[in-house]
């Protein structure tokens, strides 16, 4: 029987996290903080904010380009540098790096091992 009226009206639906509610269906914050420690990264507030501005553009747009999330981030973090900024944060590149951890597939041209990348 359903106790709410999302069980109710969605059967069968994955429970949306309110700090996240733009995240896969697959997707849980502890997920990401086990990817994370593998990475060599201790998530911040800042490292949140990426995930949270990446998974709400793939809510837009199923694949969208990288210029569009590159975009997406230096806008959101113009405050305290940018992009550039968050290359500091994230080693291997932020939308790389946070598309992983976000549980996302990062799009074309966001990983390039032929310059090094660690993604």
Not at 3 to 21: L, Y
Not at 51 to 71: K, V
Request: net charge negative; with cysteine; proline share 9%.
């Amino acid at each position: 029987m359903p106790r709410t009226m999302e069980e109710f009206t969605r059967p069968g639906a994955v429970h949306v996290n309110p700090d996240f509610p733009d995240a896969p269906p697959h997707w849980s914050s502890q997920l990401a903080e086990d990817l994370a420690r593998d990475m060599g990264l201790e998530l911040t507030d800042e490292h949140w904010e990426v995930i949270r501005t990446l998974q709400g553009a793939y809510r837009d747009e199923a694949e969208p380009p990288l210029r569009r999330l590159h975009e997406a981030l230096e806008g959101r973090f113009s405050g305290k540098g940018g992009i550039k900024y968050l290359y500091v944060i994230f080693n291997g590149g932020p939308i790389a790096r946070g598309c992983q951890l976000a549980g996302l597939t990062p799009p074309a041209g966001a990983i390039d091992n032929s310059f090094g990348s660690e993604a």
